[in-house]
């Protein structure tokens, strides 16, 4: 019994140290493709993309603190970060990292949930949200392309 729950707890670090990776990496994709964007919308796509950077951050910062109060360590390498010298392309790479942030913030929600921690739940539930709406405007900006 303990040591499922020591399988449990592990691959929820695990599992969090992947997301870190993930975070990191959008950090550096935001920063990128805000100096990269061309084209008539550039000034608006920077200012959008330099706002997404700090949400980031938090949700990096956070998962770092959390990795370590669970007894793990935090990663420091990012997940590579695609990029591209296409606006639109750039856009649908934003769309894929974040819908794909939210699945694996949904599962790693349900390992939180296994291991009992209710605050690691709730602030999950949070980043599903921020970045659902991520997810949602990149959606909105690429259906209106052209
Ligand atoms: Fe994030
Ligand atoms: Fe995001």
Known sequence: MAQEQNKDMQDLIEGLNQDLAGEYNAIISYLQYSSKVTGPYRPQLVAFLQTEIPDEQAHAQYLADKI???????????KPVKTSNHTREILEFIYEAEAETVENYKVRRNQAEKVGD???QAQLDNMISDETNHRDEVRKMLSGWG
């Not at 370590?68 to 935090?74: D, I, Q, R, T």
């Open 68 to 78: 370590v109060s669970l007894g793990g360590e935090p990663v420091v390498e990012p």
């Open 118 to 120: 209710v605050a690691l």
